[in-house]
């Protein structure tokens, strides 16, 4: 017989959408639930915290990290808004994504889902990579191994990377280069950005420039220290301080 004065426990973590009860059922499954839940990320909303003093809104947007001890700094990603302020406050600014197209620009570096939550998963750059379908080559072939002036980009390609760049005080160089790259024979783009280690603001910039390019051609985005020698290509941000 229960007391019915006893109080029922509730789970620390209770599913907000879709996509969470896939995580849980992914927590304490097996292979299939794994699959079901990595199968639904790219469809789904997910949801970043703006870096403080960002307003949202603009041509701009930095994203909040966090650092897993003994590891470095990753996007810190989650599966609702909720989620995001618990982890962050109720004052953080928090803004949604498409799945994919955030995957798409954070994938070089790190991130983890659901910092701070019983429910989370932690994706290096490969897994990111693999959820949206993409191989992340090995770290030697990911360099392109002939970078060249472009004479024809796609359209807008140059204007939009322009414009959301330059608005980017911490982006402190940029170099757009026709490029081939080891794992390939076609021939793509390269977005070659000077920036501070550890910055995490290129998927809003990236979602913003893009917004209105159709790109049929590869475009890898390589990040270098802004004490790292200049770029080849298209000048899309002149060296600054």
């Known amino acids: 017989m229960t007391d019915s004065a006893t109080p029922v426990p509730q789970p620390a973590f209770s599913p ?67 989620r995001a302020l618990a982890t962050f406050g109720e004052g953080a600014t928090v803004e949604g994504f498409d799945g994919r197209a955030l995957i798409e620009t954070i994938r070089v570096n790190p991130a983890v889902l659901n910092p701070g939550h019983p429910y989370g998963v932690a994706w290096p750059p490969a897994a990111l990579s693999a959820l949206i379908g993409a191989e992340l080559p090995d770290e030697d072939a990911r360099w392109p191994t002939h970078l060249a002036l472009p004479k024809d980009t796609p359209e807008g390609l140059v204007e939009g990377l322009t414009r959301a760049f330059a608005a980017e005080p911490e982006i402190k160089a940029a170099w757009l280069a026709l490029a081939r790259w080891k794992d390939s024979d076609q021939t793509g783009f390269y977005l070659d950005v000077r920036m501070p280690a550890g910055s995490a603001q290129l998927p809003g910039v990236m979602e913003r420039a893009l917004a209105e390019v159709t790109l049929d051609a590869r475009l890898d985005v390589g990040v270098r220290t802004p004490e790292a020698p200049a770029g080849i290509g298209l000048e899309i941000v002149a060296p600054r301080d």
């Open 16 to 82: 907000l959408n879709d996509l969470e009860t896939l995580l849980m059922a992914a927590g304490s499954g097996g292979a299939e639930a794994r699959a079901a839940f990595e199968a639904a990320v790219p469809g789904a909303t997910l949801w970043a915290v703006l870096a403080e003093g960002e307003a949202g809104g603009g041509e701009t947007l930095r994203l909040r990290t966090v650092t897993p001890r003994g590891g470095r700094p990753a996007t810190a990603i989650f599966t609702a808004r909720e």
